[in-house]
């Protein structure tokens, strides 16, 4: 299973909502997580199974989607956002992630 | 709560094997697999494989089969990763995240091992 994110960077600036999408080769139902990562850490989890945040995760993160599409949207973007964010799937094994979008300052 | 400490920096050879540790702590080790990441310039984040810390079954992606090991002692709470005949291109920051949730999202992870791979 394939996956791919667009656009693989956007400039964004402090209260833009901004949205980004992953796309899957086949029907992969809702088993797609959303990541953050900044240079030098490990991803974070933000969103699970499509649409659940995870806990500790602010509210204006959040996920939808089905099937083929999917979709990250930030509201009200926060300095601490810039980073590079990540969709990956577990649907069957092999597990596999999309190649990123970067969020940088517009 | 859950902490995953993983092994330090490594250099080797082209040729050699690689040992990567994973010390998880704050929850019961065997009630979640272990899964092992990759991250690489150049292929991006690549799932390597998953050890069920319980029965010690674990699956391989493909790509690496044959030349991973998953293991783990549970005495210890720590899981390992062996990558064998290293090649120039295996350099990357190795990961290990907890599976969580019936669709094993990766809920937690280590902070991650350089490892450097350089004639």
């Known amino acids: 299973i394939q996956l791919t994110q667009s656009p693989s960077s956007l400039s964004a600036s402090v209260g833009d909502s901004i949205t980004i999408t992953c796309r899957s080769s086949?029907?992969?139902?809702?088993?797609v997580h959303w990541f953050q990562q900044k240079p030098g850490k490990a991803p974070q989890l933000l969103i699970h199974d499509t649409s659940s945040l995870q806990s500790g995760v602010p509210s204006r993160f959040s996920g939808g989607g089905y099937g083929t599409e999917f979709t990250l949207t930030i509201v009200n973007f926060q300095p601490d956002d810039f980073a590079t964010y990540f969709c990956?799937?577990?649907?069957?094994?092999?597990?596999?992630f999309g190649p990123g979008t970067t969020v940088d300052v517009k | 709560q859950v902490q995953l400490k993983q092994s330090r920096t490594e250099l080797k050879a082209p040729g050699a094997s690689v040992t990567v540790s994973c010390q998880a702590s704050?929850?019961?080790?065997?009630?979640?697999?272990i899964n092992w990441v990759r991250q690489t310039t150049g292929q991006g984040l690549e799932w390597m494989g998953s050890v069920t810390p319980i029965t010690g079954n674990t699956v391989t992606a493909q790509i690496f089969e044959g030349r991973v090991t998953m293991t783990r002692d549970t005495a210890t709470s720590t899981a390992y990763m062996e990558l064998t005949s290293l090649k120039l291109d295996d350099t990357a920051v190795y990961f290990c995240?907890?599976?969580?949730?019936?669709?094993?999202?990766?809920?937690?992870w280590g902070q991650g091992t350089q490892v450097t791979v350089s004639s």
């Open positions: 704050g929850y019961r080790f065997t009630s979640v697999d």
């Open positions: 995240a907890t599976c969580s949730g019936g669709s094993c999202y990766l809920g937690h």
């Open positions: 086949q029907n992969i139902a809702t088993y």
């Open positions: 990956q799937h577990s649907y069957e094994t092999p597990f596999s």
